[in-house]
């Protein structure tokens, strides 16, 4: 899995592709995607009109909350890759726990059986906290490949990365740039100017020497290219610590634990 691709929520269908085109031709190739997005059709169009071989793209798209439970599944992997033209997904999350009932742990078993038919290479889990990924693990079968979660300075959510390292779970962070938020932050511009690069290559770069898998969203075509272009310098100790000393745990999106949908 790139540890650098491309979100697209709340991009509307008709916009997204063009978006993805964009990412694409800057050089992208993981595309992370949800079936409430609605948007699956825009990013499957991208896709054909690429040309790349399948195998060079990595898709990933998400299960929503009204399809948890032992069957909903499978008709929503199957209306997903209708939506996106394709045979199967690289990575099939489950998008929230909604852990008033144990409809998530039905769901996980179910999304097994489609990585065994093939329709998801990889499955994974999205926004569970560490106590609901210790009873996916009670379960006994496979453990999420990833754990996609809200992530970024303002929000470092030490207790769920712990739980996933713990677990061999790789962290992928979802609003990464905490959508603009911690762009302004003092210690951000203040590495930006040091490297004479944008205050949003700086958070990238500090989730990728963390070791987060990163999936910023922009339909702005600079902003697509600047974002993937983060390897040509590196933040010390020293910008990593100040950065890391943003955290106010502050969330952009609702709390696991009680969102339901
Ligand atoms: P991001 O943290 O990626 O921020 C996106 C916002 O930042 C947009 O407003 C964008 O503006 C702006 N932006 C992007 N690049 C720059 C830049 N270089 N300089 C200044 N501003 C910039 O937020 P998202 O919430 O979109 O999260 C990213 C992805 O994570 C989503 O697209 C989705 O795929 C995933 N996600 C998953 C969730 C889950 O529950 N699993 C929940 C939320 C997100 P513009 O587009 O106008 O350029």
Known sequence: MPQLGFGVYQVPDDDTQRAVEVALEAGYRSIDTAAVYGNERGVGRALAASGLPRNEVFVTTKLWITDLGPTAPYDAIDASLDRLGLDAVDLYLIH???PSTDAYLDAWQALESIAADGKARSVGVSN??????DRVEALGGTIPAVNQIELHPALTNRDSVEANRRLGIATEAWSPLA????????AVTAAAAAHGVSAAQIVLRWHLQHGNVVI?????P???ATNLDVLAFELDPSEMTAIDAIDRGARTGPHPATFHG
């Open 128 to 133: 569970f906290l560490p106590e609901h990924l």
């Open 179 to 186: 959508q603009g938020a911690v762009l302004g932050e003092p």
């Open 216 to 220: 910023p969203k922009s339909v702005t």
């Open 96 to 98: 929230w726990p909604a």
């Open 222 to 224: 600079a902003r697509i």
